[in-house]
């Protein structure tokens, strides 16, 4: 991307703010941070309850985020939302998983937008432990998603489009649309 994707501006503050905001009313807001993790750090003030955990393994992976993510967690989690900040929250979307799910019932609730699976993810009962090791896993975030749905998956249906700002290009395309 050539800069700190946390950092990109976006709804008038930093991305990284803008997915804290829309997780508003969690226990926990955990925001892992790698490369140039200070530097990310001091450029944009989390609200109120949400917090910086460092990932000082970030280079051998995202499981090592999902992991640190997760240590920093507690063992009793009800459950887990696993967010990337690359992958703006629609606050709408955030609590329609969140109404749907079911603890006890429902390992993982996932959104689906014109009957593809995407994001974010409410992992169930149990996700710390499973986060805590997706390293172990031969498929990172995926594996874990797959062996929840075997274990009780809830779909919910879901407006809009899923955004992925990976490069340079589908930032200033989103941009466009965001005004």
């Given at each position: ?22 997780l ?28 910086w ?53 429902h ?30 896993h ?42």
């Amino acid at each position: 991307m050539g800069e700190a994707k946390a950092l990109l501006a976006w709804g008038g503050r930093p991305l990284v703010v803008h997915q804290c905001e829309a997780l508003r009313g969690f226990r926990d807001v955990v925001v892992v941070v790698g490369h140039d993790a200070a530097a990310i750090e001091a450029a944009a003030a989390l609200p109120a309850g949400a917090r910086w955990v460092e990932n000082a393994r970030w280079a051998e992976g995202r499981s090592t985020s999902l992991e640190a993510g997760a240590r920093a967690l507690p063992d009793d989690a009800a459950g887990v939302l696993v967010a990337a900040v690359d992958q703006p929250l629609d606050e709408a979307v955030v609590r329609a998983l969140v109404a749907a799910y079911r603890p006890g019932e429902h390992a993982v609730v996932e959104p689906i937008r014109g009957g593809r699976r995407g994001h974010p993810v409410l992992l169930g009962v149990g996700a710390v432990t499973a986060l805590r090791r997706a390293g172990e896993h031969d498929e990172g975030l995926r594996g874990i998603v797959r062996d929840a749905r075997a274990r009780g998956g809830v779909v919910v249906e879901v407006g809009g489009e899923e955004l992925n700002l990976n490069t340079p290009a589908a930032y200033r395309a989103a941009r466009e649309e965001e005004t």
